[in-house]
């Protein structure tokens, strides 16, 4: 049974760009949460996403925005790069509200 | 929003010591997790404990709601044990999990 899988694992981009982070999550899960960690930090909440809508937005611009498809799996997309999103990003999907959360080995962005 | 502080910040162990890491938070929550994060950066699910005492193996974590606290033990403790603990909340109403700073671990042989 595959856990959350998570592409690319490493990213290197030039400030200005554009990026898609793309995650599919455990079978059987069907909420799919997003989260920046920056060095030396704890995971920052980006955004949930139910049903393929956006249930619930961290404190994110909205150069931050994503989708879900209707197999569950989903994409994170930032626009205009700046050097400060370079972090680690995780995806966590869950089978519902209750229970806990299963993340992704993440997608480490670089930005120059 | 809700506020998650772990503590301590930072601790050395010598291979075999226990250890208590703690978990305050500062609102009502629907669940509670703890994760071990490896030098990877693969958070690995340790407990989903929104109330009450989980053991697993060397490990167990005590969340109790009505004082906004959970603790995770490490007894025993192994090199492989290093790493960074998380802590995170769900907010009740909500759909966003909060972590807390992390304790970073390291267990010397």
């Known amino acids: 049974d595959a856990g959350v899988t998570q592409s690319p694992t490493h990213l290197i981009k030039t400030r200005g760009q554009q990026v898609t982070l793309r995650c599919s999550p455990k079978s059987g899960h069907d909420t799919v949460s997003w989260y920046q960690q920056a060095l030396g930090q704890g995971p920052q909440f980006i955004f949930q996403?139910?049903?393929?809508?956006?249930?619930q937005r961290g404190n994110f611009p909205d150069r931050f925005s994503g989708h879900q498809f209707p197999n569950y799996s989903s994409e994170l997309n930032v626009n205009a790069l700046l050097l400060g999103d370079s972090a680690l990003y995780l995806c966590?999907?869950?089978?519902?509200?209750?229970?806990?959360?299963?993340f992704g080995s993440g997608t480490r962005l670089t930005v120059v | 929003g809700i506020q998650v502080e772990q503590s301590p910040p930072d601790l050395i162990l010598q291979e075999g010591a226990n250890s208590t890491l703690r978990c305050n938070f500062s609102?009502?929550?629907?669940?509670l997790q703890w994760f071990h994060q490896n030098p990877w950066g693969q958070l690995i699910n340790l407990f989903y404990i929104p109330s009450g005492t989980k053991q697993n193996g060397r490990l167990s974590a005590t969340t109790v709601a009505t004082e906004r606290y959970s603790s995770l033990y490490i007894s025993s403790s192994q090199t492989t044990d290093s790493g960074v603990y998380f802590c995170a909340v769900e907010n009740t109403g909500g759909f966003k999990t909060i972590f807390g700073a992390g304790t970073r671990l390291f267990v010397k042989a």
């Open positions: 966590a999907s869950s089978p519902g509200r209750g229970a806990g959360y299963t």
């Open positions: 609102d009502s929550v629907n669940n």
């Open positions: 996403y139910y049903e393929e809508e956006e249930r």
